[in-house]
């Protein structure tokens, strides 16, 4: 039996290892009865392990599943006709009835967006999902385009909401990022405590959020953490995450210094940027035009449920345009990647209907560049510059800070919380390696660190953690129109060659 440690487990790593009594132990040494008495839980992650996007992970005890998450990710430039890549589920296919729920972090597409390609195949009526409030906004607004789907009841949580499905006991508190109503999760099951970070940054200045509740994670640490789950995206990066109240001033100075319209390119999903540029463009007597079906949805959500405030005859429509000078006019649109069907794109190959772009425009593009996407994002860039216009990027200046926590911040929430066992989360394979050595080097011992892959099966109980030599199915699942999973990698090669040397015979 595991005995608990009197020492400050902060001391060493030999000391971490040494201190931790799971809720399990602590019940048969109180005599009480339970019933899940399983010493071991099971840990999937289906994506977001090796990758940037399409986070999914199980967590299994006894047969009884609870999901984290689902989300998607972008196609890479070599997946032509693909819209989005989801998880491969197909573990689950006979498992329906054993998946207890579901549990949202946040309103971010990678960790939501599979929700319409994915629910039909686990849905059954015993099947719970939570979500904070923009993020279940969200999700039942996108549901309204598949009518074809059963009606989703996602059950609202807020920061310190407690719920119950089966061996699982979940707390939500709230987090940092870059959007509203992000939350981590507490996890009590009868193996141990796991903390799951959710995407998050320690922002002591934010927009629209509150920052950090320390004491919070302080008290939940108090509770014993078995396992950490931690953001890795901004592993590889040094020192702090920039605040959002210094993007803000370097905004500002933009709107300060510029004459013509300020066209502002960002994801639709970064609510606190978009509330950024509305009271910006409110300051400098800017009117703001919102151009994009999912930023538009997400505006309307927000402003629903008071995340985006704005004064009244602010927000007007594109084509209202022609009525007021260049200098009053602020457009906010989707595109900052690049991508083909999105409003930035239409416009710089002069495809919109109300918009052109001419001498003078100012270019915003607040977001980085996702892995993958740069030579479109470079084409965008040269297109827009040839046209008279002037661009504005993240490396020229900051105006745009990520929502992740970089290698100063990742330190501290380990140190704070201070876990028997960790795994990096969210990120490419170089990330997780790079959160893994900053676990190691705060104390973590080296044994009690898992960098794990899609697929893999992690075995986790009081004293040790391992990956089984099994795996689950954890590919590519291509949604490309209505069709899910049709397209596979020899579809995929031949539409490559016909992108490069292909040609159209046409028969009249």
């Not at 996890?187 to 509740?213: A, C, M, Q, R, W």
């Not at 300051?283 to 959500?301: A, D, P």
């Not at 590519?476 to 060659?497: A, S, T």
């Given at each position: ?19 931790y ?5 602590q ?5 009480q ?82 929700v ?35 009606p ?62 320390f ?6 640490a ?86 985006i ?66 030579r ?39 140190k ?93």
């Amino acid at each position: 039996m595991t005995k608990q440690s009197n020492i400050d487990p902060r001391d060493s790593g030999a000391e971490m290892k040494k201190r931790y009594v799971s809720p399990t132990t602590q019940i048969a040494m109180k005599g009480q009865r339970r019933d899940f008495i399983s010493s071991t839980i099971r840990i999937i992650p289906l994506g977001g392990l090796g990758e940037v996007g399409r986070n999914m992970t199980l967590f299994e005890i006894e047969g009884k599943i609870l999901i984290c998450d689902m989300g998607l990710r972008m196609p890479g430039e070599d997946m032509p006709g693909i819209d989005y890549i989801v998880p491969n589920i197909s573990c689950l296919k006979d498992k329906k009835k054993n998946i207890l729920g579901v549990v949202f972090t946040h309103g971010h597409y990678d960790h939501i967006g599979a929700v319409p390609y994915l629910i039909d195949k686990i849905w059954h009526p015993g099947l719970e999902m939570h979500a904070s409030p923009l993020t279940r906004g969200i999700i039942l607004k996108r549901q309204e385009d598949f009518p074809n789907l059963p009606p989703l009841n996602v059950n609202e949580v807020k920061n310190g909401s407690k719920i119950n499905m089966g061996p699982f006991k979940i707390e939500f508190f709230r987090q940092n990022h870059n959007i509203p109503d992000n939350l981590g999760l507490f996890i009590e099951t009868p193996v141990g405590n796991i903390l799951h970070t959710s995407d998050f940054k320690f922002d002591p200045t934010p927009i629209n959020d509150l920052p950090t509740d320390f004491q919070k994670l302080k008290m939940l640490a108090d509770r014993k953490i078995l396992l950490l789950l931690s953001d890795s995206t901004g592993a590889e990066e040094e020192n702090h995450s920039l605040s959002e109240k210094t993007i803000e001033k370097n905004l500002e100075e933009i709107f300060k210094k510029v004459e013509g319209r300020i066209i502002a390119a960002t994801f639709a999903s970064l609510i606190n940027r978009i509330q950024q540029m509305i009271a910006l463009s409110e300051n400098y007597g800017r009117k703001v035009v919102i151009e994009g079906y999912s930023m538009k949805t997400n505006v309307e959500i927000s402003r629903a449920l008071g995340y985006i405030k704005s004064k009244k005859g602010t927000i007007i429509k594109a084509k209202d345009i022609q009525k007021y000078p260049d200098s009053k006019i602020t457009i906010l649109c989707t595109g900052a990647q690049g991508e083909g069907s999105a409003v930035l794109m239409r416009i710089a190959t002069k495809e919109h209907p109300f918009i052109r772009l001419k001498k003078g425009d100012n270019i915003i593009l607040s977001s980085s560049v996702i892995p993958g996407n740069e030579r479109t994002v470079q084409n965008l860039k040269d297109d827009i510059l040839r046209q008279g216009c002037r661009v504005f990027h993240y490396k020229m200046m900051d105006i745009h800070a990520g929502g992740h926590a970089q290698k100063e911040e990742l330190k501290e929430m380990i140190k704070i919380i201070r876990p028997k066992f960790f795994i990096p989360i969210h990120g490419q394979y170089s990330m997780l390696a790079a959160h893994a050595e900053i676990a190691k080097e705060v104390g973590i011992p080296e044994e009690n660190v898992v960098v794990a892959e899609n697929g893999q099966i992690i075995n986790l109980n009081p004293q040790k953690i391992s990956v089984e030599k099994s795996r689950v199915p954890s590919n590519y699942v291509m949604v490309d129109g209505l069709g899910i999973g049709d397209v596979g990698e020899i579809v995929l090669r031949d539409r490559q060659m016909l992108a490069r040397d292909g040609m159209f015979v046409i028969v009249v």
